[in-house]
């Protein structure tokens, strides 16, 4: 059983960086597919970027592409997403999500087997 516990969130400045933080307990997280998604208020859930199972190179929403940034450390059982330029609209709970040995590209939320609790972000000045 894999447990993920995102962190990282908080109160943001426009223009400014956050990173995030999805961390498995014990498990590295190297031969799983990794996706980061956010809920705003009001609206439906939607996918901000993912890594495939031991692959490097993330597939990243329109939303957000130029601005974000996916990373493993799998010294540390973490997968990193770090977004820059940060707008009001990006303000959200963001998830974090894994399942072993997938292909992340157009995998939603509910397809994969582990998900965290959320960690708000809200970025106002």
């Known amino acids: 059983q894999l447990q993920l516990v995102e962190s990282g969130g908080g109160l943001a400045q426009p223009g400014g960086s956050l990173r995030l933080s999805c961390a498995s307990s014990?498990?590295?997280?190297?031969?799983?597919?990794v996706g980061w998604f956010r809920q705003a208020p009001g609206k439906e859930r939607e996918r901000v970027s993912c890594?495939?199972?031991?692959?490097?190179?993330?597939h990243d929403a329109d939303s957000v592409k130029g601005r974000v940034t996916i990373a493993r450390d799998n010294a540390k059982h973490a997968v990193y997403l770090q977004l820059d330029s940060l707008k009001p609209e990006d303000t959200a709970v963001y998830y974090c999500?894994?399942?072993?040995?997938?292909?992340?590209?157009?995998?939603?939320?509910?397809?994969?087997?582990?998900r965290g609790q959320g960690t708000q972000v809200t970025v106002s000045s």
């Open positions: 890594v495939s199972s031991g692959e490097y190179n993330s």
């Open positions: 014990g498990s590295p997280l190297h031969f799983y597919a």
């Open positions: 999500a894994a399942a072993y040995d997938r292909n992340c590209r157009g995998m939603g939320f509910d397809a994969y087997t582990y």
